[in-house]
């Protein structure tokens, strides 16, 4: 009598030995802790931090976390650090979906010096309120090129400096504004994915997300169910009939 032939399943177990089991489950397990450790460490931050807190309260205890983890990490530089309170400010954002902006100082002094720069700023971006980030550009390439044939213009300079700091500030509020949407999706994306019970809708969701949704290969069953059927995909308004005149009177135009 033949021997009954193994599953597929059954045959990739056998090939892994009982200590590699053991020590993918190991490192599963070690890694949900370490999520966890980090979630509980970032709760413990936001705490001491406070809803409010002065410039001297928050840059202390920055530098508190820093000396901390320096303290962990012998022999790395305070650019390490900086670099890694970044990344753990990024989570501590993302978590809690806030962002931390550095508290004012309550100097009076520092206080008019930065009400003095804001109006010196404001009347600079006012300036150049039409003008776009690609023209900006080529303005800050022009005048590169003309401080190269008089590089110690004082006027070219400051226009230099102008231009580049309206440049930065305009790009800085595309990408705060870029990042204030994205974290409203991901909040509207993980309340959907919550209420969802649908494992199918999750998995497409998932590979979507995960960059290995085969959209190309989609369409091309899609198109050949409608041609097994005699049909074909219906791509434009004018392949279902409908006329740029129809569309501009349903639209009201």
Known sequence: ???PQKNAIASALEAVSP??????KKAGAAWA????LAVEILEDYSRALGAKCTRLQYTTLMGDWKEGWMSQNQGKTSAAADKAWDRFKGRLEDLFEIEIITPESENPIAQKRKAEREAKKAELLAKHANTGPDQLRQKIEQTYSALAKN???KDLKKTLKDLETVL???TSEENKANGEALRALRSQVKEAANKCTDSDTLQAALDILAGEADFAYAEQKEAEEL???GLEK???WADHGISDAD???SFNI
Do not use: G, I, W, Y
């Open 247 to 249: 569309l501009k009177t």
């Open 33 to 36: 802790k370490q999520d966890q």
């Open 1 to 3: 009598m033949n021997a």
């Open 151 to 153: 590089p110690t213009s």
């Open 19 to 24: 200590e590699q089991h053991a020590a993918a």
């Open 227 to 229: 041609a097994a059927m």
């Open 234 to 236: 219906k791509r434009t």
């Open 168 to 170: 930065v500030e305009r």
